[in-house]
């Protein structure tokens, strides 16, 4: 595991001059991954949306890796499709047999829990060599906020307004990790973009197995949460510290709890609220009729802490 | 020396013959009713370790394409094959296949698009592409099918080309049916089609690139379509050269269309795909009866060969159009629209008529073909020609 | 700057641009300025400072430069830095504070 000093030897595989909002999350998920994924050539993709549009509006790219966007849907197969012909240019010994390459497919959540889910799926289950990073900032803020199955219970967003009859999204923030779990692949982690060293730790892991590996990254997005551009950090610490967005990992099937969780749970789990009350896409939960609904999201996040505690043998 | 091998095998078989011979790097399928003979005989190829290709099994036809699109990118020769839904869930990548100018060659089983959901053929879902950027391909038998396949390839990776291909077969009729096919062997169909020299490869690792840019907000995104659009029309060029040495090594004729009888013909029927030997025929029949009847076949539908029909067409004096496909609320199928519309250039006005055959896998009996001369001989001796297009043999 | 010239992009033709769209280069957003975003910059106490590179593991635009494993002596690239303070709201010893801007910047293509 490298520390930060180490870290600075390594090329930045993502350039200045992006289009990116100040303060987004995702552009800090993509530095941080591509940091871990050491020396060897990377290939990379991303599906459509704020990251991929921000990063490659012709005629300037920031990526210094080979880059390709497909569409929206499709990144995991894109993705699958370019690690293919590595494997088959390799067969055609067009490409020398010990050659090393990685490949890493980007999506935000809503090219990932809903419109790319199944093609993610596809990819995962017929075992390509490549991590796929899922940036989670809770909805589609490329189209404008719109609400994702990635967007937590009560959250406002444009296509789940607050209102007399409606207090934001209905439903659930769906569990996406465990569902990628369950194809058995040799790597899956959840993570925050604030807790650099759990993050970069299970990128280097996810890029050395053999296989597909998927990282779920909490990914701030300051324009979607109504937080203040220089909180994106700090808002997303106190998602890992409330246990909304909990840390772990399933390597080889093996569930554990990660170091930035752990750590919260022995400090003492915070109240959600903190972390839903730096942000103006939750204000509306603080109004006393809402109380019910606020003690729910509480209530939520502590069922899903029991459930992971319980995977992680807790 | 070329060997040739006579086989009798269906038109699906052959393709997967072609393309084990064309030696891709990657395949990326789905199966699906009447293409599925393709992948599965190609399957076969993968477990005998006849092929060094990555079989890429897919989980739904998007993902095959996008699997292919980004294959190809990576710098690898790729085709693949599909049909009907298949083909219709693909559409955006369609699109951007041909939008990143990436020469997949991708077989097509025609085959009615739902609803009501039908396996039978006709031509529905490939004119349902017909504006998705790729040159398209149309065979008659399974030795078409075979030869267009190889020559796709060929075509789709010319550098002047750089465009995909839909290689397109006839759903049963030429997929399933057993017929005679002369196939080429393995070291002539190599030295034809050539090393694959890609270009903007995302592997070759040392000179990193970026597919798939955004070109909007005042990009050159007009200037891209026009490129397209240019690669499209020298791919007219391409394709007769490329078909002239092919047919140079098989003693098989092979042109932008194929005519017969036309030399002097009154009475003509241009037509698409298997249905076209019906045509003929009739029209051998009808000759012997003292109708001079004639046959066009489209054998290339994008880039449509608009002058070589209006020049096949010169001195016709009434034309049926039959199309295995509708186009909701147009003035015609849309063999018929862009005939006529090339028609317009013709030095003489030629009435032509729009008759949609054989939706679903519906019969193309020769009675109805002859319908269809019998129409046109109509016209011909002063009848008027009908204002809408004409259902054949539909109830 | 990037060995892909596009100086004279506004007047190619339509035969002049790669092929598919393509951008034949990597990391060439480095020509592009982001710099014009910002309404504040962040400024750096040299005392306080421990080259701990927080600022730099977290900085969302590639805009913290750094040096023999510490804080580059110009620091911050002012031409992408959008302004946006994560440095500063993370810097565990209060060493980079924001300031209005007010500093010349190169126009932004």
Redesign the interface.
């Known amino acids: 595991m490298p520390t930060?000093?180490e870290?600075?030897?390594r090329e930045?595989?993502?350039?200045?001059?992006?289009?990116?909002?100040?303060?987004?999350?995702?552009?800090?998920a993509v530095?941080?991954i591509l940091?871990a994924a050491g020396e060897e050539?990377v290939?990379t993709?991303c599906a459509t949306g704020c990251l991929?549009?921000s990063?490659?509006?012709?005629?300037?790219?920031?990526?210094?890796?080979?880059?390709?966007?497909?569409?929206f849907?499709?990144s995991a197969?894109?993705?699958?499709?370019?690690e293919?012909?590595?494997?088959?240019?390799k067969?055609?010994g067009?490409?020398p047999a010990d050659k090393k390459?990685k490949f890493v497919a980007f999506g935000g959540d809503g090219g990932t829990y809903d419109i790319g889910l199944?093609?993610l799926?596809?990819?995962m289950?017929?075992g390509h060599d490549m991590v796929y990073v899922c940036y989670d900032n809770g909805a589609y803020m490329n189209t404008g906020i719109q609400r994702s199955s990635g967007t937590p219970k009560g959250a406002w967003a444009t296509t789940s307004e607050v209102g007399k009859a409606q207090a934001g999204k209905i439903q659930k923030r769906k569990d996406l990790t465990s569902i990628i779990a369950a194809h058995g692949i040799p790597y899956v982690a959840q993570a925050s973009?604030s807790h650099?060293k759990d993050l970069t730790t299970k990128a280097e892991k996810a890029f050395a197995v053999e296989g597909p590996a998927f990282l779920n990254v909490l990914a701030t997005c300051?324009r979607g949460w109504r937080s203040p551009?220089?909180?994106?950090?700090?808002v997303a610490k106190l998602a890992v510290e409330t246990g909304f967005w909990p840390t772990f990992e399933v390597e080889n099937g093996i569930w554990s709890l990660s170091a930035p969780s752990v750590s919260a749970e022995r400090r003492g789990r915070k109240p959600v609220t903190e972390f839903l009350q730096m942000q103006g896409r939750f204000k509306h939960l603080f109004k006393p009729e809402n109380a019910e609904l606020l003690a729910e999201i509480q209530t939520d996040v502590d069922d899903y802490l029991t459930y992971i505690n319980g995977r992680c043998g807790g | 020396m070329t060997e040739k091998r006579t086989v009798a095998a269906t038109g699906n078989v052959v393709v997967a013959e072609a393309f084990r011979q064309c030696a891709p790097d990657v395949v990326a399928a789905y199966p699906i009713t009447p293409q599925t003979t393709i992948v599965e005989e190609f399957a076969k190829f993968v477990a005998q370790g006849r092929v060094h290709t990555e079989y890429v099994t897919v989980e739904s036809e998007h993902s095959a394409m996008s699997a292919c699109v980004g294959a190809s990118a990576a710098g690898a020769r790729v085709m693949t094959a599909t049909a009907s839904q298949g083909l219709a869930l693909m559409w955006e990548e369609l699109h951007i296949a041909s939008g990143m100018r990436l020469p997949i060659v991708m077989a097509n089983a025609n085959r009615a698009l739902s609803a009501p959901i039908n396996i039978h053929c006709d031509h529905g879902d490939a004119m349902g592409a017909r504006d998705a950027g790729w040159v398209m391909l149309f065979a008659e038998s399974a030795q078409e099918a075979y030869d267009n396949t190889i020559i796709s390839l060929k075509v789709a990776e010319d550098p002047q080309v750089l465009l995909p291909v839909l290689t397109c077969l006839d759903g049963f009729i030429t997929t399933h049916s057993i017929e005679r096919v002369d196939l080429l062997d393995d070291e002539t169909v190599e030295s034809f089609v050539g090393e694959y020299e890609p270009q903007n490869a995302l592997l070759d690792l040392d000179n990193p690139v970026t597919h798939g840019a955004f070109a909007g907000l005042g990009g050159p995104f007009f200037e891209f379509k026009r490129a397209q659009r240019d690669a499209m029309d020298r791919s007219k060029a391409v394709i007769e050269r490329e078909s002239a040495a092919f047919s140079k090594i098989t003693e098989r004729p092979f042109g932008l269309i194929e005519t017969f009888m036309m030399d002097d013909a009154d009475v003509a029927i241009v037509i698409i795909g298997s249905a076209s030997g019906n045509a003929r025929h009739v029209a051998r029949e009808l000759r012997s009866e003292g109708v001079k009847a004639g046959v066009v076949k489209v054998r290339c539908f994008r880039p449509f060969p608009g002058a070589e029909i209006v020049s096949a067409l010169r001195g016709v004096k009434a034309v049926a159009v039959l199309d295995r496909a509708e186009s909701f609320g147009a003035q015609g199928g849309p063999l018929f629209l862009e005939t006529r519309s090339a028609m317009y250039d013709a030095a003489e006005r030629v009435p032509l008529v729009s008759y949609i055959y054989g939706l679903g896998g519906s019969d193309v009996r020769l009675e109805l073909v002859r319908e269809v001369y019998t129409d046109l001989s109509d016209i011909v001796a002063g009848g008027s020609v009908p204002d809408s297009l004409v259902y054949l043999g539909s109830r | 700057m990037s060995n892909w010239d596009i100086s004279k992009i506004d007047s190619w033709k339509s035969a002049q641009f790669p092929l598919g769209a393509v951008i034949p280069a990597g990391g060439n957003s480095d020509d592009y300025v982001t710099g014009g975003w910002r309404s504040e910059r962040p400024e750096r106490s040299i005392e306080k400072c421990t080259d701990c590179l927080i600022c730099w593991i977290f900085c969302p635009d590639t805009a913290i430069r750094v040096a023999d494993e510490k804080l580059a002596d110009d620091w911050v690239d002012l031409d992408h830095c959008k302004g946006c303070g994560v440095c500063a709201n993370e810097c565990p010893v209060e060493a980079i504070t924001m300031v209005p801007e007010g500093c010349e910047i190169r126009e932004a293509k």
Do not use: M
Not at chain 1, 229 to 234: A, D, L, Q, R, T
């Open positions: 930060l000093r870290l600075t030897h930045d595989r993502l350039a200045g001059g992006h289009r990116l909002c100040a303060g987004c999350g995702a552009s800090i530095r941080q940091l050539p290939v993709g991929e549009v990063t490659t509006i012709y005629p300037y790219t920031s990526w210094k890796t080979p880059f390709i966007h497909n569409a849907e499709n197969a894109t993705v699958s499709g370019v293919a012909a590595f494997k088959g240019l067969a055609a067009k490409i390459v199944q093609s799926s596809g990819a289950e017929r973009i650099w300051p551009y220089n909180k994106s950090i700090e």
